[in-house]
């Protein structure tokens, strides 16, 4: 095949594509003229505008909708057209990229070819028309961004956190489509907007595996979901409201290669300097510039690989030519424009010799306002900072970090699930441990509606005799103590009490000096090394002495004290029948039968830390936060709980307690019909959520 074949190819593909997205999406200019002047669609329709006149051709129907606005006309409408035509008579404006559809407008356009009239493009004179918007403009606009940001936060990031976590294998086609449904349904991702009022703006882009395309024709393919180790993950996702556009687009990465971060780090400078130069009186050629300046100085390297436009205008049309951010756009920039602030870098060579991961892409956008005094990002609450979209599932470096942390206090290191997201032994194990959830939540939501329909908030254990905590307290302040003996168990029978000697023999304490001290010094080290070997002594004492109490607990004298001994979960911190805090004030004893449900807070993939709310089976009683676990401690914390057959969920994001309770204690009833605490499990309410809004009634609380 010769150049000009293979050419001819290309044109063909590329204008099939162009017509194919305007097919779908409806981003004609003269559709929008007729949205924007009239707010209907009126295909087949001729509109000729004169120097005085309108002259409009159409059917009978149509007609009589016009009806009721030939006489508020010249009132209502204070926009001079005449200058889209032009005042010579001989000279007709026509949009010279549509190609007329329909028998009536293909008949027009050939009598106007075989005129005498001189045809004038008037396409960028309507871009200059919608330009800037009106106040119900950008309300139209900010709701389509809202959509859009919840579809991306809401939906779409904890589906890819799904997919990854549990190792699905999904095209990039099915994330589309299940994401275009989405946006039909605002309320699946809680947006109250009536799904009449909205549409797509374009079907959903997901790319990975080394295949990116930045242009807003890009379509997702058949391929699967790309998310090995050094993988980029491209999404973007558009919605309209009312006509009215919004976009946004967002970057995951996976196991970051440190070119990877550093390019991302930098993008997302270059994004934010293009949204600074957007600013009323500055022309739109500025923003290609400031986005270079950055680039330039902090890896010059990549800016060849800059894209060359920095996205468009927006409104009814979801890219506005006339308003195309640059080099050699000399518009000016007025208040109340809108803009997709669209930048990335492309074709990007990766460290990794996979084939899959060895060319990449980087792309940002977001959907901005330009108001008086401010540039206003509305598609901001989906966070594109590097800690909220990279991703670590690195074996081997998260199997290095528990192993140094074993080298310095002696403890037996507790692995995190995404360190063994690969090993299919623990997968297993995490699959029987969501179904042994399922079970546990299904008898405590039977447990708690017994409690509720009981009208009283008893604990559910069979000894009814047994003392609250609140009730147990030897000594009220710490002059009561009697004096210690160190190292040695003491028993007070007078305020019946039980003294040990606590310091040292628990895992989780560590030197917190030694962090502070320097690395070089051989004293230091020496006496931070006698200080580990003395916990692990200390340790292996307490161990001991725990084992040789068990085995005589066991023994028929002390079948009748109705007590249970208890010890520690081999390889945790955490003993069984209570959660303890014996290091470190506030001094803290929950004891498990207290405990209603756990809820384990700002879980995520890319977090350091989580907090952890305990829920007490008395309503009345505030709940207990337990704040900045590190994350390596989670799966612990879930075997622990389901061990004690304790029912746990996870949440995004902290949850107004005090106020779900209040709404649970008024309404119990509404709760238990809503499925009780299943309203906390939000990877299900996701999956059932289109088949239960239609059969479930779901209490609706405060989050």
């Given at each position: 095949m010769s150049t000009k074949q293979i050419f001819g190819v290309l044109l063909m593909q590329l204008?099939?594509?162009v017509l194919h997205l305007q097919k779908i999406c409806g981003y004609l200019k003269s559709t929008a003229l007729n949205l924007w002047l009239l707010g209907f669609e009126f295909p087949e329709t001729i509109m000729v505008f004169m120097k005085k006149q309108i002259h409009i051709l159409c059917s009978q129907k149509k007609a009589s909708i016009l009806e009721s606005v030939k006489k508020s006309a010249r009132e209502a409408v204070d926009v001079d057209v005449q200058s889209l035509i032009g005042h010579d008579a001989s000279t007709v404006g026509y949009i010279s990229r549509e190609a007329p559809e329909g028998k009536l407008l293909e008949a027009w356009s050939d009598k106007l070819k075989n005129s005498n009239f001189h045809l004038s493009d008037v396409a960028n004179g309507l871009s200059i028309l919608f330009a800037v918007k009106s106040n119900e403009e950008l309300t139209s606009i900010k709701r389509a961004a809202y959509l859009t940001t919840s579809v991306m936060k809401n939906f779409v990031v904890s589906k890819l956190e799904n997919v990854i976590d549990e190792e699905k294998k999904v095209s990039h086609s099915t994330l589309m489509e299940e994401t275009e449904k989405v946006i039909l349904e605002p309320s699946k991702v809680n947006c109250?907007?009536?799904?009449?009022?909205?549409?797509?703006?374009?079907?959903?882009?997901?790319?990975?595996?080394?295949?990116?395309?930045?242009?807003?024709?890009?379509?997702?393919?058949?391929?699967?979901?790309?998310?090995?180790?050094?993988?980029?993950?491209?999404?973007?996702?558009?919605?309209?409201?009312k006509s009215y556009c919004s976009n946004i687009a967002r970057t995951f990465l996976i196991d970051a290669e440190p070119l990877q971060s550093k390019a991302y780090e930098v993008l997302l400078k270059a994004h934010e300097a293009v949204i600074g130069s957007l600013k009323p009186g500055n022309k739109l050629s500025a923003a290609i510039p400031a986005a270079v300046s950055i680039v330039e100085k902090d890896a010059p390297d990549l800016v060849s690989n800059l894209t060359k436009s920095a996205g468009t205008g927006i409104g009814i049309e979801f890219r506005e030519s006339g308003l195309n951010l640059?080099?050699?756009?000399?518009?000016i920039i007025k208040e109340g424009m809108v803009f997709n602030v669209s930048i990335g870098f492309q074709n990007l060579q990766s460290e990794k010799s996979k084939s899959k991961n060895k060319l990449f892409s980087l792309l940002l956008a977001d959907t901005v306002i330009i108001n008086k005094d401010k540039t206003e990002?509305?598609?901001?609450?989906?966070?594109?900072?590097?800690?909220d979209v990279a991703y670590s599932f690195n074996e081997e470096e998260e199997e290095e970090k528990p192993s140094r942390k074993a080298d310095t206090n002696g403890a037996e290191p507790v692995i995190s699930k995404t360190t063994l997201r690969s090993d299919n032994h623990e997968i297993s194990k995490e699959e029987l441990r969501r179904q042994h959830q399922a079970e546990l939540a299904r008898?405590?939501?039977?447990?708690?509606?017994?409690?509720?329909?009981?009208?009283?908030?008893?604990?559910?254990?069979?000894?009814?005799?047994?003392?609250?905590?609140?009730?147990?307290?030897?000594?009220?302040?710490?002059?009561d103590l009697p004096p210690p003996r160190e190292m040695m168990i003491q028993i007070d029978q007078k305020n019946e009490a039980v003294l040990l000697p606590i310091n040292g023999s628990m895992d989780m304490v560590q030197n917190v000096g030694g962090g502070k001290r320097s690395a070089y010094d051989p004293d230091e080290l020496e006496e931070e090394q006698r200080e580990r070997e003395r916990k692990n002594k200390i340790n292996v004492e307490f161990q001991s002495f725990v084992n040789r109490v068990n085995d005589l607990w066991g023994q028929p004298q002390f079948n009748g004290l109705d007590l249970e001994f208890d010890q520690p979960l081999r390889g945790t911190w955490l003993p069984w029948a209570c959660l303890v805090e014996l290091i470190e004030t506030p001094f803290l004893v929950v004891t498990l039968s207290e405990i209603e449900i756990v809820n384990l807070e700002r879980v995520g993939l890319g977090q350091t830390n989580f907090d952890m709310t305990i829920v007490f089976k008395d309503f009345k009683r505030d709940v207990l936060r337990i704040d900045s676990i590190p994350s390596t401690s989670l799966d612990g914390i879930k075997e622990w709980l389901g061990h004690n057959r304790h029912q746990y969920y996870e949440s995004r994001l902290n949850l107004n307690w005090r106020q779900i309770l209040k709404t649970i204690t008024d309404?119990?009833?509404?709760?238990?019909?809503?499925?009780?605490?299943?309203?906390?499990?939000?990877?299900?309410?996701?999956?059932?959520?289109?088949t239960q809004r239609s059969q479930t009634k779901v209490m609706a609380l405060p989050i």
């Open positions: 204008q099939l594509r109250k907007l009536k799904a009449d009022n909205v549409d797509i703006c374009y079907p959903p882009i997901f790319q990975s595996g080394g295949e990116f395309d930045l242009r807003p024709s890009a379509v997702s393919n058949d391929e699967l979901l790309h998310y090995d180790s050094a993988s980029v993950i491209i999404c973007a996702v558009g919605a309209r409201y640059n080099a050699k756009n000399e518009q990002v509305v598609t901001s609450m989906s966070s594109k900072a590097l800690k008898q405590k939501n039977e447990e708690t509606a017994r409690r509720l329909a009981g009208g009283g908030n008893e604990t559910g254990d069979n000894r009814s005799s047994v003392r609250t905590s609140a009730e147990l307290v030897a000594y009220k302040n710490i002059n309404d119990p009833q509404s709760f238990i019909e809503g499925g009780g605490w299943e309203f906390l499990n939000w990877k299900l309410l996701i999956q059932n959520l289109r």
